[in-house]
C-alpha cells in the first residue's frame, strides 16, 4: 500500500504538532455548523476520544469538504487499548451538504468494519445531528432520508453495537484522515504502516 510521500515536514514532530494544532482551530469552526449547538446538553458526547470496551472496536469518522469542491471522508478503527487497527481516507467527487456527507462517512466506515471481518464495533461521529438521526429513527428530509437510512440498513448487522456522539476536539484524527486523500489519491486504506501524522495525533488522544 502506498503511504504518505516521505517529506520533512512529515518527519519534524514540531511540525506535526504545530499542524494538528491547525487543524483543530479549523475542525472547532466546522463543527460548529455540523454539531447541532441548539440540541440537550445531555445529548452531547464525550470531550475527547475513549478507549471502547475490551473486545469492541471503536470505528470514528468524519467528513470535510476540500478544496477542490469534492469531499474527503475519513475512518479510524481502533481497539480497547487505543491501537489504531485501520485508517481510510476516500475522496468522492459530489456536491453534498455537511450531513449528507457526514452519513456517507458513517456508511463508509461501517463498509470496511465488514470487509476486514471486525465482529463489535461502535461507530462514533462528531456530527450529533446524523448521530441523533440514525440511533432514534427519526424522521429526516430527503435526499438525507436516503443516506440515513442507508447506515440504518448496514447497522442492522449484529456486529454493530450502536452509535456515539463525540465533540469536535476528540474527533481529530477522523478529521485528519479525511483530508490524506489530498495527498494520497483518491482511496487509500491502511492496515499497517499508518501514516505518520495519523499516528501521531491517535498518539495524543491516549495522554
Not at 28 to 53: H, S, T
Request: hydrophobic share 40%; proline share 3%.
Amino acid at each position: 500500500m502506498s503511504s504518505f510521500a516521505d517529506t520533512d515536514e512529515q518527519r519534524n514532530p514540531e511540525v506535526t504538532v504545530l499542524g494538528f494544532m491547525r487543524l483543530v482551530q479549523e475542525y472547532n469552526g466546522y463543527m460548529q455548523r455540523v454539531g447541532g449547538a441548539n440540541c440537550p446538553r445531555q445529548e452531547i458526547g464525550e470531550v475527547q476520544w475513549l478507549k471502547p470496551d475490551v473486545g469492541v472496536i471503536k470505528i470514528n469518522t468524519d467528513a470535510v469538504v476540500l478544496e477542490d469542491g469534492s469531499v474527503g471522508l475519513g475512518v479510524v478503527a481502533r481497539d480497547c487499548h487505543g491501537g489504531v487497527l485501520l485508517v481510510a481516507s476516500k475522496r468522492v467527487r459530489a456536491a453534498w451538504d455537511v450531513d449528507v456527507a457526514e452519513s456517507k462517512a458513517m456508511a463508509y466506515g461501517l463498509e470496511l468494519a465488514y470487509n476486514n471481518g471486525f465482529t463489535q464495533v461502535v461507530i462514533e461521529s462528531g456530527a450529533l445531528n446524523v448521530v441523533r438521526a440514525v440511533s432514534k429513527r427519526v424522521e429526516v428530509r430527503s435526499p438525507l432520508s436516503l443516506c440515513i437510512q442507508e447506515v440504518q440498513v448496514l447497522a442492522s448487522n449484529p456486529i454493530c453495537r450502536g452509535f456515539c456522539h463525540i465533540k469536535r476536539n476528540g474527533n481529530t484524527v477522523a478529521h485528519l484522515c479525511a483530508r490524506l486523500c489530498e495527498n494520497i489519491g483518491d482511496e487509500q486504506v491502511y492496515v499497517t504502516d499508518f501514516p505518520e501524522a495519523v499516528q501521531v495525533v491517535a498518539d495524543i488522544d491516549l495522554i
